[in-house]
Structures are given as structure tokens and as C-alpha cells.
């Protein structure tokens, strides 16, 4: 039998599949929170250089702040105090106007620096100096997180579909707790960027087992519903993030506030099921029918499957294939689907080194860093309404490749509106950001149906490794301003146009039913291409 006519037959979309995504939102609140974490946990306040060595035991001890300001500390160009350099010694003619000396000679800081901690009472940037010629470190942090979702993705799409979805996300839920608690009272630097990497290891489980674990459940015409409504965890944690960021300013007690959801999760894992499907496409029958049988108990539907015995379950043919286990090769092993792999990785590289380019750069629009944060989150809430009218009236690879290409025209026109015009910068970013989030709610669900489910979790962590790893150039491109402050913004608009060009050469998903192995897309069957199965 298909398993998408038997989802159909026992409601594709029930009770069951409520449960299972009110389960796996307890974890996927914790994503966006982790992911964007840095927005606020690596934040520089207003800071300068500490002058109290300029002390000569005379006159500078009976100045004002300000005074010593004044005589301590060269303005920039614009008139604004430096951050990174002092005077070597106190140019008292300051005081009474006068900006000529002949021993104004400017140092970098000599005995670090005093911030500024009316908005932050401690991040990295304070906890370790991490400004100036040490801004880099600063950036590495998130760096080396995204580096750890990079690994971790193929490793636990692997996993995934070797030893299934249900086992792994345990895995998941505990590692991703013990090693963010761990980087919360980290006590050097070194041993927070290698908690923060596994961290981001663990996590990549959770976003993509969680995804392809809900998909597979829905039926066919509930699936653009389920990849939508599961997007909106991000959203939520999105929202969470920035009221918790507000009331929770020390770095070690954000993280630990940010991770909290994970306990309950653990807790609810025990009524989380594995996917039938996975298990059909690896024959384990019994357990296939076991799952598929309290999915129509809860959907009150036990009555169509009575008659049904497990090896009932496998399709035609299906008995007498081997136990082949799949690996990361077979995703390139054959035309169709190496055509396939390449084209997805490309686009899930444009999509997330624009999405993070734009998310993480809050601080560039001119706006309260958590007024930016709420605004971006708040827009995504009617644009993923909007995404589902397109995916259902136009499909996915229209969706996908307007989104992207919308999203590079929208950074285009930012490059030329001055950073005095905050207002007309903040509605272009805002817009760009939320089709740049259009373009990753797309894209999973996109990814999920294109995939065969034996190695569906194989490709995700591939094309999430490709993500990840343009996250982690995307954080570093943003020090090339130093060099041109128009250089990152060029980047991200070409990277989304070229990603939106690509996408248009995928084929269209809407209404198919998802291919369950490799045969499926290199030599589609005819009930591969069917619209909505009768009943």
C-alpha cells in the first residue's frame, strides 16, 4: 500500500499530528534563540579606552569625567571620542579649546577599556575584551557555532536515516542542553568557542530530525500547511528571544534562559513517535503498524485499518529488497539526483548567507537593537501567511525563486539610501528580511518533498551543511566593511540573486506525493506524479 493513501485513509491531519508538532515546538523554540543568540550575547556596547594610567597625581585627578574625556581620549573625524585609541599623555590645552599640540601623540589602549552598561550589564565583547584589534574573536564566536551546526547537520542526517528520527532527536535534546549549559560557565574564552561549536552540533539535529519527522506525517494535502505551521516555531522563538534578551542582560544567564524549553522536551519525548514512513522504506513492518495504528486511534479512524496486517504495509515489490543502508555518496551516485543535490545545495548556500547576513547585522538600521529584533520577528507572522497562498496557488519553485530574487532587489536599493535615512532603510531591510525568511520556510519544505525518504535526512544535513557553512562566511563578511562599507551589502545581493536563479531550475513539488527511494527520481513512476490519490 502507499503510505501516503494510508495517511489518507486515517486523517493526514488530526489529533496525531497536533500532538506531534506541539511536542517537537518545545525544542524548535530553543533554534531561533541559539541561532540569533549572538545578536545580543556578542553585542558592543559604547566603550573607550580606560585612561586612569594618564593620573599624574596633579591636575587630572581634580578634573570632570568629561574633562578627562576631553584630555584623554582624540575624537574620530565626526567629532565622536575614539573607541580604540588615547592620548600618551593628557593634552590639558584641550580644556580651554585649543586642538594644536605638539605632543599629541595617540596610543592604542593601554589598560583596556571601561563600556558603556546602561543597556547590557555583561556580554563577550566586556567579558573578554573582545573589541578593536580583537573585534575578529568577537565574530569568531558565532563563527564556530555555525561551524558546529555545519558538522553537525551531515552527521546527524546520517545518523538519521541510518538508526532513525525518534532515537536521534533524544540525542539531540541532551547533548544540545549539556553543552549550552557547559558555555554558560565557560572560564576562558577557548573553552566557550568549543562549547559554543558543539552546541551548534547538537542543535542541527533538532532543526532538521524535527522537520523531516513532522512532514513525514502529514498527508499530501496537508503538507504545505505543515511546513508553513512548523515555521512558525521560529517566529515564536524569535519573539521569546527578544523579551527575554530585554530582561535578562548577562550573557551566562541568557544562554541558560534560552535553553530552559530543552528540559521539557525530554520530558514530552516519550510520547513522540518514529516516522512509519522511515520505517516502511527499512522494512521494520511491525513497528510500522504499531505507529500507524495509535495514529488512527487518536484520529478516532481504527475502523479502515482493522483489515490491514503489517507486511500488508510494503508496496508491491517492496519485500524483496535488500537491507541497503544509504549513505551522503548516494545523493550524487546518480544523474537525477546529483542534478538534484548540487542545485539544492546552492540555494540553501544563497538562502541562509543572505537570511543571517540580514538578521545578524541589527545594529546597521539605525534602531534600538531589540525594537529591530521585535520588528523583524513581528513581519514574519503575515509572511508566512502569504507564503502558504503562493506555495498552494503557485508552488514551490515560483515561491522560492521570487522570494530570493526580491530579497537581492531589496539589499540592491539599500545600498544606495544613505544610513540618515533610517526610516526608508529600516522598511526596505524589514521587507528584505521577511522574504529572506519567506525564502527558508520554502525552502525545507521544498527540500523535504524533493528527497526520497531513504535518504531524506542524508540530504538535509548536506544541503544544511552548505547552509551552515555560508553562515559562518556570512558573519565574517560583514569585518570586509572595514575595507568598503558597501562591500557585505554587494555580497548578499548577489549571493540572493544568483541563489533565486538557481532555484528556478528545480522541479515542482506541489501536490506529489514524496518519492520513497532513489529509483522514485531517477526513473519516476507513475504514481509519483499523481495528483491528490483518491481515497
Known amino acids: 500500500m502507499k503510505f501516503d493513501s494510508i495517511l489518507s485513509e486515517i486523517n493526514g491531519f488530526g489529533k496525531f499530528q497536533i500532538m506531534l508538532v506541539l511536542i517537537q515546538s518545545l525544542s524548535r523554540l530553543t533554534l531561533p534563540c541559539h541561532f540569533l543568540l549572538n545578536n545580543f550575547m556578542a553585542a558592543v556596547p559604547s566603550h573607550h579606552c580606560n585612561i586612569t594610567a594618564l593620573d599624574d597625581e596633579g591636575v587630572f585627578g581634580n578634573l570632570t569625567l568629561e574633562e578627562k574625556m576631553a584630555v584623554g581620549i582624540p575624537a574620530d573625524e565626526n567629532g565622536d571620542q575614539e573607541s580604540c585609541l588615547m592620548f600618551s599623555k593628557p593634552q590639558y590645552q584641550h580644556l580651554s579649546g585649543l586642538n594644536i599640540s605638539e605632543d599629541t601623540f595617540t596610543v592604542p589602549c593601554q589598560n583596556g577599556w571601561v563600556y558603556d552598561n546602561s543597556t547590557f550589564k555583561s556580554t563577550l565583547a566586556t567579558e573578554w575584551d573582545l573589541v578593536c584589534s580583537r573585534k575578529g574573536m568577537n565574530k569568531a564566536t558565532g563563527t564556530s557555532f555555525f561551524a558546529g551546526v555545519m558538522v553537525g547537520a551531515p552527521l546527524f542526517g546520517f545518523l538519521g536515516d541510518r538508526f532513525g528520527r525518534r532515537p536521534l532527536l533524544l540525542v539531540s535534546y541532551l547533548s544540545s542542553m549539556t553543552f549550552a549549559v557547559l558555555s554558560a560557565f565557560s572560564t576562558s574564552y577557548i573553552m566557550f568557542v568549543i562549547m559554543r561549536f558543539f552546541t551548534g552540533l547538537s542543535l542541527a539535529g533538532i532543526s532538521i530530525i524535527s522537520h523531516v519527522l513532522n512532514v513525514e506525517w502529514f498527508s499530501i494535502e496537508h503538507r504545505t500547511f505543515s511546513g508553513v505551521i512548523i515555521s512558525l516555531d521560529w517566529t515564536l522563538g524569535n519573539l521569546i528571544l527578544v523579551g527575554i534578551a530585554y530582561y535578562v542582560n548577562e550573557w551566562r544567564m541568557l544562554i541558560l534562559a534560552v535553553t530552559s524549553p530543552l528540559i521539557l522536551s525530554i520530558i514530552a519525548w516519550r510520547w513522540l513517535p518514529e516516522s512509519a514512513r522511515w520505517l516502511l522504506a527499512n522494512r521494520k513492518v511491525d513497528a510500522a503498524h504499531h505507529y500507524i495504528m495509535k495514529c488512527a486511534e487518536m484520529n478516532n479512524r481504527t475502523k479502515?485499518?482493522?483489515?490491514?496486517?503489517?507486511?500488508?504495509?510494503?508496496?508491491?515489490?517492496?519485500?524483496?529488497?535488500?537491507?541497503?543502508?544509504?549513505?551522503?555518496?548516494?545523493?550524487?551516485?546518480?544523474?537525477?539526483?546529483?542534478?538534484?543535490?548540487?542545485?539544492?545545495?546552492?540555494?540553501?548556500?544563497?538562502?541562509?548567507?543572505?537570511?543571517?547576513?540580514?538578521?545578524?547585522?541589527?545594529?546597521?538600521?539605525?534602531?534600538?537593537?531589540?525594537?529591530?529584533?521585535?520588528?523583524?520577528?513581528?513581519?514574519?507572522?503575515?509572511?508566512?501567511?502569504?507564503?502558504?497562498?503562493?506555495?498552494?496557488?503557485?508552488?514551490?519553485?515560483?515561491?522560492?525563486?521570487?522570494?530570493?530574487?526580491?530579497?537581492?532587489?531589496?539589499?540592491?536599493?539599500?545600498?544606495?539610501?544613505?544610513?540618515?535615512?533610517w526610516l526608508i532603510r529600516t522598511v526596505v531591510a524589514v521587507l528584505g528580511k521577511a522574504l529572506s525568511e519567506a525564502s527558508f520556510t520554502v525552502i525545507y519544505l521544498f527540500t523535504t518533498e524533493l528527497f526520497p525518504t531513504v535518504v531524506r535526512e542524508n540530504g538535509l544535513g548536506y544541503t544544511s551543511f552548505l547552509a551552515r557553512l555560508a553562515v559562518s562566511i556570512s558573519v565574517l563578511v560583514m569585518l570586509l566593511e572595514d575595507v568598503w562599507h558597501l562591500f557585505p551589502a554587494v555580497v548578499y545581493c548577489t549571493v540572493a540573486i544568483g541563489a533565486g536563479l538557481v532555484a528556478s531550475l528545480l522541479p515542482e513539488t506541489l501536490n506529489v506525493r514524496l518519492p520513497e527511494i532513489i529509483e522514485d527520481i531517477e526513473k519516476p513512476r507513475a504514481q509519483s506524479t499523481e495528483r491528490k490519490e483518491v481515497k
Open 304 to 421: 479502515c485499518m482493522a483489515s490491514v496486517t503489517p507486511m500488508a504495509l510494503l508496496e508491491p515489490g517492496q519485500t524483496e529488497t535488500t537491507d541497503k543502508k544509504y549513505t551522503f555518496v548516494d545523493l550524487f551516485r546518480t544523474p537525477n539526483m546529483r542534478k538534484l543535490s548540487i542545485c539544492l545545495g546552492i540555494v540553501w548556500y544563497g538562502v541562509a548567507f543572505t537570511y543571517y547576513g540580514i538578521s545578524l547585522n541589527i545594529t546597521g538600521f539605525g534602531l534600538n537593537i531589540y525594537l529591530t529584533q521585535l520588528i523583524f520577528a513581528s513581519i514574519e507572522i503575515p509572511m508566512k501567511i502569504g507564503v502558504y497562498i503562493f506555495l498552494e496557488k503557485l508552488g514551490r519553485r515560483p515561491s522560492e525563486a521570487g522570494a530570493l530574487l526580491v530579497t537581492g532587489l531589496c539589499l540592491f536599493i539599500n545600498i544606495f539610501v544613505s544610513k540618515d535615512k
